[in-house]
């Protein structure tokens, strides 16, 4: 037994795929209540990510750093905190001075910096972070009939505080971008697909018949080998995991969630699932097995769009 443990645990590297602390699944968490709804986290010490934001339709709800207390910002539609969770970008409801904006918060102190981006009538939304937790990409959109499409991006950089706007030409027009591990590169869904961008704006690859992107504030796995899509049609399956190097679906998990919302590590998704006339956001294996209840949503509240935003320690 010894022997085949550690066999596994040698191809489970080898593959660059780490697997979870015992205490991050196996621990009893405590449970907390999210103001303004009736949903549950159930949180433990040893968790890889904890919620740090979330929205139940417009309003946007910020966790205080260092603690679990979530205060309503009501200035803001979205919050985003960034890996390690020192700062958050948040995209505010009203323009000023005819220009949206993204809206630098300091965790640690409260402070905000309102940093003007495009001009009126268009706008910027779904913001993401890096995973290196200084650049920030916004989709940029404009609105057409009754629908928002989309126009191309903007870049934020955390650090110097300089934006750049970027048009694509030839963008799905309900593509959301976000970064590839690299940090140099964007993706979103194409077509039926996936398609990378440089920061520029440049198609750099396609992957066709893949599948069109998950949700959650990272498509990508830990380790950057692959990425959650929507398994395409010709597949059973509802979640499908692909190789970023061969753009192969590698892995086709039996789950029917309600979204993914990223990934625990290497080996575990992050999915809602319809349970007991509501619905969890459970720890699932690539063989679509629940490991661990991480929060409980009633069904009331999912309809009101409750998304919680999971952020890596």
């Given at each position: 037994?010894?022997?085949k443990?550690?066999?596994?645990?040698?191809?489970?590297?080898?593959?660059?795929?780490?697997?979870?602390?015992a205490a991050?699944?196996?621990?009893?968490?405590?449970?907390?209540?999210?103001?303004?709804?009736?949903?549950?986290?159930?949180?433990?010490p040893?968790?890889?990510?904890?919620?740090?934001?979330?929205?139940?339709?417009?309003?946007a709800?910020?966790?205080?750093?260092?603690?679990?207390?979530?205060t309503?910002?009501?200035?803001?539609?979205?919050?985003?905190?960034?890996?390690?969770?020192?700062?958050?970008?948040?995209?505010?409801?009203?323009?000023?001075?005819?220009?949206?904006?993204?809206?630098?918060?300091?965790?640690?102190?409260?402070?905000?910096?309102?940093?003007?981006?495009?001009?009126?009538?268009?706008?910027?939304?779904?913001?993401?972070w890096?995973?290196?937790?200084?650049?920030?990409?916004?989709?940029?959109?404009?609105?057409?009939?009754?629908?928002?499409?989309?126009?191309?991006?903007?870049?934020?950089?955390?650090?110097?505080?300089?934006?750049?706007?970027?048009?694509?030409?030839?963008?799905?027009?309900?593509?959301?971008?976000?970064?590839?591990?690299d940090?140099?590169?964007?993706?979103?869904?194409?077509?039926?697909?996936?398609?990378?961008?440089?920061?520029?704006?440049?198609?750099?690859?396609?992957?066709?018949?893949?599948?069109?992107?998950?949700?959650?504030?990272?498509?990508?796995?830990?380790?950057?080998?692959r990425l959650?899509?929507?398994?395409p049609?010709?597949?059973?399956?509802?979640?499908?995991?692909?190789d970023?190097?061969?753009?192969?679906?590698?892995?086709?998990v039996?789950?029917?969630?309600?979204?993914?919302?990223?990934?625990?590590?290497?080996?575990?998704?992050?999915?809602?699932?319809?349970?007991?006339?509501?619905?969890?956001?459970?720890?699932?294996?690539?063989?679509?097995?629940?490991?661990?209840?991480?929060?409980?949503?009633?069904?009331?509240?999912?309809?009101?769009?409750?998304?919680?935003?999971?952020?890596?320690?």
């Open positions: 037994m010894a022997v443990t550690a066999l596994t645990m040698a191809l489970v590297m080898a593959a660059g795929l780490v697997p979870p602390p991050a699944l196996g621990a009893v968490p405590a449970v907390l209540a999210l103001p303004g709804t009736k949903a549950t986290l159930r949180e433990d040893a968790d890889p990510l904890i919620v740090t934001s979330y929205t139940l339709g417009k309003p709800y910020l966790r205080t750093y260092g603690n679990a207390e979530f309503r910002k009501t200035a803001y539609s979205e919050i985003t905190v960034a890996p390690g969770g020192a700062a958050a970008v948040a995209v505010p409801v009203r323009y000023s001075a005819g220009r949206d904006a993204a809206v630098l918060i300091d965790r640690r102190t409260g402070k905000a910096t309102r940093i003007p981006t495009v001009k009126k009538p268009l706008v910027n939304g779904y913001p993401y890096h995973r290196g937790g200084r650049l920030v990409v916004l989709t940029v959109q404009k609105k057409q009939a009754k629908s928002w499409v989309t126009t191309g991006f903007t870049l934020v950089d955390a650090a110097t505080r300089k934006t750049r706007t970027v048009t694509v030409s030839g963008v799905d027009p309900a593509a959301t971008f976000q970064w590839a591990p940090g140099r590169h964007l993706v979103t869904r194409h077509g039926t697909g996936i398609r990378f961008y440089t920061t520029a704006g440049a198609v750099q690859r396609t992957l066709a018949e893949t599948g069109r992107p998950t949700g959650g504030e990272e498509v990508f796995s830990p380790s950057g080998t959650t899509t929507w398994c049609p010709r597949y059973r399956e509802h979640v499908c995991l692909v970023a190097a061969s753009g192969r679906v590698a892995v086709r039996p789950v029917k969630p309600e979204a993914v919302w990223g990934w625990w590590d290497d080996l575990h998704l992050l999915a809602v699932l319809a349970r007991s006339g509501g619905y969890q956001v459970a720890v699932v294996d690539l063989k679509g097995q629940v490991v661990r209840n991480l929060a409980t949503i009633p069904a009331a509240e999912w309809k009101k769009k409750l998304y919680l935003g999971y952020t890596r320690t």
